[in-house]
C-alpha cells in the first residue's frame, strides 16, 4: 500500500446490481433460517483489498471517493467493523493477497470468469457490463442502432487493447468494411478518445459501459446504448474458504436501507451530471466582474491575493451561484468540500454563505502556496499550480510534478509541463508508477479547470 488507501468502482449500461446473493450459501453452513452472522462471527476488522480506478476509489479534493468504497463504508457502519484498506497495484496482485490471506475481501469489480472461478467466491454488488459504441447524440434516424451499420465508419480505438480486438473481430463477423484506427495509449486513453469524441475531433470509438456511463455524466451529448461484446459479470470477490463472508455480505446488500443506499450511490456516481451546476455564462460587458465584487476585494486584500482570480475561480467553480452543490458535495460559491469546511472550522451548512466561502477559500488558497513554495519557487507561475492543488487536491499535483521529473518535463513550470503530467494521471501506465502516491485522478477536469479559470481571468483584468 501507498499512502493513504483509496478505492473506486466499476459498475456498467446494464447494471443489474443483483441484490441477490452472489455467493449463495456455498459454504453450506449457515441454514436458510440462520443468518450467515449467527453461524460465523464477522472480524472486528475487515481487511479489504483495491484499486485505484475511476469506479472504485480515488481521491478528490483530499477526500476519498468512489463508487465500492462509498458501499463498503456503509457496510462498515453498518456491522460496527473497522477496515484495514490495501491499495493493491493490479487485479492479480489483489487475488493474490486473497489467496494468501493478507485480505478478507476485494471491494472491486473482479470479473467472474471460467479461469478463476475456483480463485474466489463472488459476492456483493454484481454489475453487468458490455462494450459499447460511443458516438453523438443525433437524431433518431442518424444514429447507428445496428452493428452492421459500423460498415464504412471510422472507428477510433486504443492500440493493443480489448477493444481493438473486438472492433476487428466485429469488421470479421459482419464482413469487412470498418475503418479501424488505433492511437497510441502511452498517450491517448480511453477517457481521451470519448472526449473527442464529445469534442467532434473523432467520430466513434468503443469502450466498457461503465467508464462510458461515468463519462457521459460529464458529456451529456454522447450515446452509448449499443452493445457490441457479449455481457461481463464482476463483482467483489472472498476466498472460497470464506464463503460464509460472502453470504454475510450478500445477506446485509439485500436489505431495505443498504439497497437504497447502493441505489443512490449508483445514482450519483452513473447518472447525476457533473458538469457546470448551471449552464449560464455571465456577461462581462458591465461595470462590475462579478455581483461580489466587494466581497472579493474586501477578503483577497487580506490574504494577499489578486481577487480577479479569486472571482475567476468563483466563476468557474459554481457561475457564481452561492446554492450550487455539487455531484461530490461541494458547496456554495467556492465549492467547499465538507471535509474542507472542517478543516477550516466550518460546516457544510456555513460555507453556503458567501463571506465565509470567500474567506474559506483564501485561507485553503494561502496554505496550497505554502505548501508549494519549494517545489514552484516562482511566485506568478506557482497560482497556477495552487489553483490546480484546489480543483483536484495537493496530492495530485504533488504526483504530476513526480512525473514530470521522471519523463522529462519541466517540473516548475505548468503550461506544456506539469500540465501534460497532470493529464496522464488518468492513465493506468502513469498512475500505477511508482513515483506516484494517489493514484488515479480525472486529469482533463484539472488540465480543463486551470484553463477555463485563466481564461475568464483575462477578461476580467480588463476591467476598472
Known amino acids: 500500500m501507498r499512502g493513504p488507501l483509496y478505492i473506486i468502482l466499476s459498475g456498467f449500461i446494464t447494471l443489474a446490481i443483483a441484490g441477490m446473493s452472489s455467493c449463495g450459501n456455498k459454504s453450506g453452513q449457515a441454514s436458510e433460517s440462520e443468518s450467515p452472522d449467527s453461524v460465523h462471527r464477522l472480524p472486528d476488522t475487515l481487511k479489504v483489498a483495491t484499486l485505484y480506478s475511476p469506479e472504485a476509489y480515488f481521491i478528490y479534493r483530499g477526500q476519498e471517493m468512489g463508487y465500492d468504497y462509498e458501499l463498503l463504508t456503509n457496510l462498515a457502519v453498518d ?42 467466491v463472488p459476492c456483493g454488488p454484481e454489475n ?36 481493438e480486438a473486438r472492433i476487428r473481430n466485429l469488421n470479421q463477423e459482419v464482413g469487412g468494411g470498418i475503418n479501424i484506427h488505433t492511437v497510441d495509449h502511452d498517450t491517448m486513453i480511453t477517457e481521451d478518445l470519448i472526449a473527442m469524441v464529445n ?62 443506499e447502493q441505489a443512490m450511490l449508483l445514482k450519483r456516481y452513473f447518472e447525476l451530471s457533473k458538469n457546470d451546476p448551471d449552464s449560464r455564462r455571465f456577461n462581462l460587458n458591465g461595470a462590475t466582474v462579478t455581483p461580489f465584487d466587494h466581497l472579493f476585494k474586501q477578503y483577497s486584500e487580506t490574504y494577499g491575493w ?30 467547499i468540500m465538507p471535509k ?27 496554505d496550497l502556496d505554502k505548501q508549494l513554495a519549494s517545489k514552484v519557487p516562482d511566485e506568478k507561475e506557482r497560482k497556477k499550480f495552487v489553483i490546480a492543488a484546489y480543483n ?25 509541463n506539469v500540465a501534460k503530467a497532470i493529464l496522464w494521471k488518468s492513465n493506468p501506465k502513469y498512475y500505477r508508477d511508482p513515483v506516484v502516491k494517489y493514484g488515479y485522478s480525472r486529469g482533463r477536469e484539472t488540465y480543463d479547470y486551470v484553463n477555463r479559470v485563466y481564461a475568464f481571468y483575462s477578461k476580467a483584468r480588463t476591467k476598472a
Open 340 to 366: 474542507t469546511a472542517k478543516g477550516y472550522g466550518q460546516t457544510a451548512k456555513s460555507v453556503m454563505k458567501n463571506d465565509v466561502a470567500i474567506e474559506t477559500a483564501l485561507k485553503l488558497l494561502r
Open 128 to 163: 453487468i457490463t458490455t462494450q459499447v459504441l460511443v458516438q453523438p447524440k443525433k437524431g433518431e434516424s442518424e444514429l447507428i442502432t445496428d452493428v452492421t451499420d459500423l460498415v464504412g465508419k471510422d472507428v477510433y480505438v486504443e492500440a493493443d487493447s480489448k477493444y
Open 79 to 120: 456491522k460496527d467493523l473497522a477496515l484495514k484498506m490495501e491499495i493493491a497495484p493490479s487485479l492479480s496482485r489483489a487475488l493474490e493477497m486473497l489467496d494468501s490471506g493478507i485480505v478478507d475481501l476485494i471491494a472491486y469489480a473482479v470479473p467472474i470468469t471460467a479461469e478463476l472461478k475456483d480463485r474466489f
Open 392 to 416: 483536484s487536491g495537493i496530492a495530485h499535483v504533488y504526483d504530476a510534478i513526480n512525473l514530470a521529473k521522471k519523463y522529462g518535463l519541466n517540473p516548475r513550470k505548468w503550461d506544456g
Open 306 to 335: 489578486d481577487w480577479k482570480l479569486l472571482a475567476s475561480q468563483a466563476y468557474v467553480e459554481s457561475k457564481f451561484d452561492s446554492t450550487a452543490v455539487s455531484w461530490a458535495g461541494a458547496r456554495g460559491l467556492m465549492q
Open 199 to 260: 469534442e467532434g475531433k473523432i467520430p466513434l470509438t468503443v469502450v466498457d459501459s461503465d467508464i462510458a456511463r461515468i463519462n457521459k455524466t460529464y458529456y451529456n451529448d454522447l450515446d452509448i446504448t449499443l452493445p457490441l461484446s457479449f455481457e461481463q459479470r464482476s463483482s467483489w470477490a472472498v476466498a472460497p474458504s470464506k464463503a460464509w463472508l460472502g453470504d454475510s455480505i450478500d445477506a446485509w446488500l439485500n436489505s431495505d436501507k443498504p439497497r437504497q
